[in-house]
């Protein structure tokens, strides 16, 4: 049984308020991309793309980073070379992994993505203010360099 304590404490934990607002953002970004040449790109390849974030990368760390079985990466990656979003390539150091990198396509989402992203940071600012915003970043970028 749960406790108040408990109750007040699942009701507001930072790990459940984060779910909450990347669910809302990533609605808008796919509401951004259904008007879009991107429409037929699954939100959850359309994450994939996004932990990319501009790099060519290892499929392997695609799908550590993500924390996706290295099948279920492999399935977005595929689908997404099928959509001309990205390459994939021998990694020359290893005979086993992939290389992925974003094509000429794929950087015209990111513009779009940028933008949409610009906009909720915009809107995260008209809530708690710009030094606040800056502050999460800061706590944000503090976490991810621990993990």
């Known amino acids: 049984m749960i406790d108040k304590r408990d109750d007040s404490f699942l009701g507001q934990n930072i790990k459940g308020m984060m779910m909450t607002l990347i669910a809302r953002w990533n609605a808008q970004m796919d509401e951004a991309r259904a008007e879009t040449e991107f429409a037929a790109v699954r939100p959850a390849d359309m994450r994939v793309f996004a932990q990319l974030r ?29 959509q001309d979003m990205i390459t994939v390539q021998p990694d020359p150091d290893s005979r086993r992994d992939k290389l992925v990198s974003i094509t000429e396509k794929g950087q015209r989402w990111r513009a779009i993505a940028a933008d949409q992203i610009r906009q909720i940071e915009a809107e995260i600012s008209g809530t708690i203010g710009e030094d606040a915003k800056e502050e999460l970043r800061a706590a944000l970028l503090a976490l991810v360099k621990v993990s």
Do not use: N, W
């Open 54 to 82: 501009g790099r060519t990368v290892k499929l392997s760390i695609i799908h550590r980073e993500m924390g996706f079985s290295r099948q279920a990466a492999q399935q977005a990656v595929d689908r997404l070379v099928k």
